[in-house]
């Protein structure tokens, strides 16, 4: 192959790979909260990213709520408005079936009833997957703008070639970084994120110092889904969806949150960081077929080589 | 065979007999050749959440990936009879071969990995296999059809033959899981899920009963497989490679019960239908609503009953009373197997040190014991006395030094070698296998041991007379207070028949009057020969109890000798024992010389 071509290649992939990175470690984020964190294996996060897909679609083309501000900035602010939307829901969801499977009601109880958590979100998933085909149809639908069809342009660093970037990638990617740097932000330094952590680590002692265990675990559910429905509406800028899109999307965030290491908000999103960039790398070499082979192949190799993930850490004490 | 296991395979055998009747008769009354697929499908599912359940259920290694075993048994028989005109006769136990090989092949790297993450590891290979084979081509396999001989190719005109042939290979892997329940296979799976660490340090190679598991669950994952392939005459990767595939296995199981034998039955004889029927009737008319309900009805039941329908069911409706204690009538077996020239040390240790990062846990610790002493390991809190434990049975390397036991080197083995050289072990928390009864609790460890099954039930049964807790033979562990569940850790440890105990602050957390109790149990063995060496705060139990001290402070050793010169030693004054100790015993004097060896 021609060295120009390839190296034009290569950046454009590297770019690609960072752009959507970058959202896929916003949508793991959110997972890292819910089975990072409080160890809840959710099936059903792939479909609050689908249903972030949604509402931003209903915020911004079926209601009109958001055409005032226009088709660039629009579909941006409906992707943050889905969070608030559909953290409510995961309120809620939490309030009424999750957590009647897990949290503070199993932590106590040395049996197997927590298992009943699979089940009972595999049943939530299969809800909105068919829920969201008998109210929004299977057409394939975008949130559009006219920003995903344009590029930045930078050249003239190695001969004419030329790195597209495209603009609705680089505004979501953007987006995504400043709304996780956000949420670390909460985790480490305010009350929340503090008894947050503590409920998770051992709900028990976190009851016994004042910490509402129930409270913070419902409210980490709803942020955990809320987050990774923002992710979902920035990718529905650039991304064709239909109600079944989450299907594929929630191995991609397990692979993500298990390769950053659980139980580290960070680690969450460098490691859909990882996935994302993979993923786009490694079409250069691999045919289309293959590409997605590649990342649970690269997921099972790091994963072997380090057991603990990217920025994990574990010890058992005897 | 487990103790009671006559009993329970007579019963669950007729149980299973009755059941395959009365499904074959049922089977052949319908002639509707959709409901007749329905009900071959049925026991198909129920055999592979059969095969989940042995690994994931029995020894807690969850796995989201049971596809891996299925797919390869359903393309084995696909590819086979494509390109060799193979009849599935032989492709079935092919593909059961592949399954089995499949199951080394991923086991080997993946059982590395714990919990959550081992359970995403496993979902990751079939994935990865679907891309591969999609690539390759091989996206849409059909069977071809033999019309000449179809019963040579189990292509039966008759689909009821379908139905007949997988109630059978369901009665087959059922067999197989009553079978691993009862002997030790499914008494070492259920120690390692409830207590890993436990079951290692009681000589259970963990490891090697995992692989086992994986590699029966992936041969009969494989069956079940291959069988579908013969019943659906089209194979796709999607439709046994994928993430359903996976969740089938998961569900089926985890709604009926898991770790019980019938509850993939019962998992399956409701959702299969259950989704079938729900797709055939709702699913035309309006597309989407069938998932709901199905969705909608798996959650309210998993809510009624989270521990799967068959736990429920009995623990509501047949609770039963506690089996009967197992009286000893049985010899207790000598303790001490062996007797060592009373100048050579039992266990010695030489320049043990341990790194963690920048902290000296270990540094350069040397002691020995001499058979049939009880050494009393003391120091303040992070002294390095429990480190300096894990390094001598395995659970952490060491940095440098040696430690042998009558000669032989102790480091660089894994924890069950260790034990089965002949060092039991107690943990500072304890750890028990909190369901199951007390007998199986301390049977694990003569299983660790190496004994046979006669061997290891009697020394079970004598190590418990020996802590005196043989009344409670049925009692589960979970049920037991904290001084029994003491007594039953060190049951366990004795049931193995060690040559030195190594006890990790066996009295923490007793009252006065239980610490008696189990200083008693700790002086009888010691009068007849044991070897121990126990790490403890409770300085008054200890002068009772010791021989020697050897006293640690970060790390170090920082005295050791008879009880009498170590309270009287300045330093360990005023690291351990302060200045307080001085005082009150000038004053009341208590002399250590009562606890000295008879």
């Not at chain 2, 050494?375 to 395995?394: D, E, M, R, S, V």
Request: glycine residues 12%; aromatic residues 8%; contains cysteine.
């Amino acid at each position: 192959m021609d060295p120009h071509v390839l190296v034009e290649n290569i950046l454009n992939a590297l770019v690609a790979g960072v752009t959507i990175g970058c959202i896929y470690g916003l949508m793991c984020i959110g997972l890292g909260l819910i089975f990072g964190i409080m160890e809840i294996v959710n099936f059903a996060q792939g479909e609050f990213m689908m249903l972030g897909m949604f509402v931003s679609l209903y915020l911004v083309s079926v209601t009109g709520a958001l055409t005032f501000l226009g088709p660039d900035v629009g579909p941006f602010v409906g992707a943050l408005c889905a969070g608030p939307v559909v953290f409510a829901g995961g309120v809620l969801i939490y309030q009424f079936i999750i957590g009647r499977v897990s949290g503070m009601r199993t932590a106590s109880i040395a049996s197997d009833s927590r298992f009943g958590q699979l089940i009972v979100t595999l049943g939530i998933s299969l809800i909105f997957q068919n829920g969201g085909l008998l109210v929004f149809g299977s057409t394939p639908q975008t949130v559009r703008t006219p920003l995903a069809s344009r590029a930045f342009l930078i050249d003239g660093f190695y001969g004419d070639d030329v790195v597209f970037i495209n603009k609705a990638r680089l505004i979501a990617c953007a987006i995504a970084i400043v709304v996780a740097i956000t949420l670390y932000l909460v985790m480490e330094h305010t009350r929340f994120g503090k008894a947050m952590r503590a409920a998770a680590d051992n709900p028990t002692a976190a009851t016994y110092m004042g910490i509402d265990v129930n409270r913070t675990y419902r409210l980490a559910f709803g942020i955990g889904s809320g987050i990774t429905a923002i992710a979902g509406g920035l990718m529905a800028t650039y991304l064709s969806f239909d109600p079944f899109i989450g299907f594929a999307y929630v191995v991609i965030m397990y692979s993500g949150v298990v390769l950053g290491g659980m139980g580290s908000i960070m680690g969450a999103f460098w490691g859909g960081l990882t996935v994302g960039f993979v993923q786009q790398c490694s079409a250069l070499v691999l045919p289309p077929q293959l590409q997605n082979a590649a990342i649970f192949v690269v997921f099972l190799l790091i994963i072997l080589l380090r057991p603990q993930g990217l920025f994990g850490r574990s010890a058992e004490r005897a | 065979m487990r103790h009671g296991a006559a009993v329970r395979l007579r019963r669950d055998g007729i149980a299973l007999a009755a059941i395959a009747v009365m499904y074959l008769i049922a089977s052949s009354l319908v002639h509707n050749s959709y409901y007749q697929l329905i009900m071959t499908l049925v026991p198909i599912w129920a055999v592979f959440g059969v095969s989940w359940n042995i690994l994931s259920g029995y020894g807690g290694q969850l796995s989201f990936g049971h596809a891996s075993f299925f797919g390869a048994g359903a393309y084995t028989v696909t590819l086979g009879l494509v390109y060799w005109d193979l009849t599935p006769w032989i492709g079935i136990p092919l593909g059961m071969l592949v399954g089995a090989i499949a199951a080394v092949l991923i086991g080997t790297p993946t059982f590395r990995l714990r919990g959550h993450y081992f359970a995403l590891a496993m979902l990751a290979y079939p994935l990865a296999i679907l891309y591969v084979l999609e690539y390759l081509g091989f996206q849409e396999m059909s069977l071809p059809m033999h019309s000449v001989h179809p019963a040579l190719y189990i292509q039966f005109r008759d689909p009821r033959f379908n139905t007949y042939l997988a109630v059978g290979l369901l009665v087959l892997g059922t067999m197989i899981c009553m079978l691993v329940e009862n002997s030790r296979f499914g008494l070492a799976l259920l120690a390692v899920r409830q207590n890993e660490l436990a079951a290692e340090a009681a000589g259970i190679d963990s490891w090697r009963w995992k692989m086992r598991a994986l590699i029966v669950s992936g041969m009969i994952a494989a069956a079940a497989g291959g069988l579908y392939a013969c019943i659906l005459l089209v194979v796709t990767p999607d439709s046994v490679f994928g993430i359903l595939v996976s969740a089938q296995a998961v569900v089926v199981t985890l709604f009926g019960g898991l770790a019980s034998l019938w509850g993939p039955l019962i998992g399956a004889a409701i959702l299969v239908p259950l989704a079938e029927s729900l797709n055939a009737e709702l699913g035309n008319i309006l597309p989407g609503i069938q998932g709901v309900v199905y969705g909608a009805a798996i959650i309210i039941i998993m809510l009624a009953a989270p521990e799967g329908v068959f736990w429920t069911i009995r623990d509501r409706m047949f609770r039963r009373a506690p089996p009967p204690p197992l009286i000893p009538v049985l010899r207790p077996a000598p303790l001490r197997p062996e007797a060592l020239p009373a100048d050579a040390p039992l266990l010695h240790v030489a320049g043990l040190s341990k790194t963690f990062g920048g902290l000296r846990a270990v540094s350069q610790v040397g002691f020995s014991v001499q058979s049939g002493e009880i050494l009393g390991i003391i120091g303040p809190n992070g002294a390095g006395k429990t480190t300096l434990f894990n390094l001598l049975n395995g659970v952490l390397p060491a940095d440098e030094g040696t430690a042998t036991l009558a000669g032989q080197t102790m480091l660089g083995r894994k924890v069950h070698q260790v034990c089965r050289m002949g060092v039991g072990r107690t943990f500072q928390v304890v750890r028990s296998f909190p369901r199951l009864p007390l007998i199986d609790n301390v049977v694990v460890g003569a299983y660790g041991a190496g004994l046979s099954d006669h061997e290891a039930l009697e020394s079970a049964v004598a190590a418990l007379a020996h802590v005196g807790l043989h009344r409670q033979s049925g009692t589960p562990a979970g049920q037991l207070t904290n001084k029994d569940l003491r007594l039953m850790e060190l049951a366990r440890a004795l049931a193995g028949r060690p040559r030195l105990l190594l006890l990790d602050e066996t009295l923490a957390g007793l009252g006065r009057d239980e610490c008696n109790d189990v200083l008693d149990v700790l002086a009888r063995l010691r009068d007849e020969g044991m070897t121990i060496a126990i790490i403890e705060h409770t300085m008054h139990a200890m002068l009772r109890l010791a021989d020697r001290f050897v006293v640690l402070d970060h790390g170090r050793v920082l005295a050791s000798g008879k009880p009498r010169d170590i309270v009287e030693d300045r330093s360990v004054i005023e690291a351990y024992l302060g200045k307080k100790w001085l005082t009150r015993s000038a004053s009341a004097n208590p002399s250590p010389a009562t606890g000295g060896k008879q």
